[in-house]
């Protein structure tokens, strides 16, 4: 948030400045954009909520990522929407199913008091 505002979050920013998860792709084009409209974002209010969620082509996910924590994507052509497999320093999603080597089921670890791997003793 900004001046009231939802940004995007990005690679790079941890998962404590997150709040939830656009419904809609907003793109440069959209409406909801260029006038800074309403957007519905999904605010998860329990622990534990299950995300399935793409894994950008840099790094293969694999069954012993189960529990790992990793971070969103900056490869071009995934940011915003993808986990980066390869990357874990802010920690902004747990993984918690495999499904296949692109795409897992992930808990998001954002908000106030999200964790680290680190805090977690891993």
């Known amino acids: 948030m900004t001046s009231g505002q939802c940004i ?3 690679a790079g920013t941890a998962g404590a400045a997150a709040i939830g998860v656009s419904l809609k792709a907003i793109t440069s ?5 260029t006038t800074q ?8 209010i329990e622990k534990g909520v299950e995300w399935e969620i793409d894994v950008d ?4 996910l694999v069954l012993l990522d ?4 990793f971070d969103l994507s900056s ?5 915003s929407d993808t986990v980066d497999a ?14 296949s080597a ?3 089921i992930f808990v998001l670890n954002i908000g106030l008091g999200a964790n680290t791997e680190t805090d977690l003793g891993a």
Not at 57 to 60: F, G, K
Not at 66 to 69: H, L, N, R
Not at 75 to 79: D, F, K, P, R
Not at 86 to 99: A, L, N
């Open 8 to 10: 995007p979050h990005v």
């Open 29 to 33: 084009s959209s409406d909801e954009y």
């Open 37 to 44: 409209g309403d957007i519905a974002v999904q605010v998860p």
């Open 57 to 60: 082509d840099t790094h293969d």
């Open 66 to 69: 189960i529990g790992s924590f």
């Open 75 to 79: 490869e071009s052509g995934y940011e």
């Open 86 to 99: 390869g990357e874990s320093s802010e920690d902004v999603f747990q993984c918690v199913g495999f499904v």
């Open 102 to 104: 692109t795409k897992g």
